[in-house]
């Protein structure tokens, strides 16, 4: 099956401690994204990735980091210095659109929620 | 940045009832996507509008394009329970996008 996965689906962590979250996909797709969703809340970008090797911050960046060493995968680790991390994480993957003009459809993974103790 | 509000917040629809939300941009957009995310879920593709005032349907679904192409809204007819759930759009900028704050249907059976 092709797809996005995500793990774990629920997690918990002591206040302090950094977390990796796992996001790999098998779609062969270059671009790949993350974003934070609170409850009741929009989809906000942390980071995104178009190719291997290089990434970029979205709006709120600030207390994560990101890594993309293989284009299958784009772990997050959410660090002691976010203020707020309890949320629920989405990945997403797209084909990667050359040019200025619009965007691919997004593909996203079964999301991970956070939970600061 | 881009600006991107959607209305309503909130949509409590009677079963077999019409409905509609709107997305609207403080800039022209290249293209606008929308998704829909089920409760518990993750944020779906749906479709994407590229050309001022085009309009395409799904089913039920209708999609609209505005002619500046700074706004779009989404209509559904004859409401489902199936219906249940976040309608995004997102405002497409290079490869990445701009989500709305979503739309949240709840149906009255």
């Known amino acids: 099956d092709g797809g996005i996965t995500q793990s774990p689906k629920y997690l918990f962590r002591k206040e302090g401690q950094n977390v990796t979250l796992s996001c790999e996909q098998n779609?062969?797709?270059?671009?790949m994204y993350w974003y934070r969703q609170d409850p009741g809340q929009g989809l906000r970008l942390i980071y995104y990735s178009q190719i291997v090797n290089d990434f970029q911050k979205g709006d709120i960046a600030e207390g994560y980091s990101v890594s993309r060493e293989k284009k299958e995968s784009f772990p997050l680790t959410v660090t002691s210095a976010q203020k707020n991390p309890t949320a629920f994480y989405l990945c997403?993957?797209?084909?990667?659109?050359?040019?200025?003009?619009?965007?691919?459809?997004?593909?996203f993974g079964p999301g991970t929620r956070l939970t600061v103790l | 940045g881009q600006q991107v509000m959607q209305i309503p917040q909130y949509q409590h629809v009677q079963e077999g009832e019409d409905f509609t939300t709107y997305c609207n941009s403080s800039?022209?957009?290249?293209?606008i996507q929308w998704y829909k995310q089920r409760p518990g879920g993750h944020p779906v593709f749906l479709i994407q509008l590229v050309k001022s005032g085009e309009v395409k349907k799904q089913k039920r679904l209708t999609f609209q394009f505005g002619e500046a192409k700074k706004n779009s809204s989404l209509h559904i007819t004859a409401t489902q329970t199936t219906d249940v759930g976040t309608y995004f759009c997102g405002l497409a900028a290079g490869n990445k996008l701009t989500f709305g704050g979503g739309t949240r249907v709840l149906v009255k059976p």
């Open positions: 997403a993957s797209s084909i990667r659109r050359s040019g200025t003009s619009g965007s691919n459809e997004q593909f």
């Open positions: 779609l062969n797709h270059d671009a």
């Open positions: 800039t022209t957009l290249s293209n």
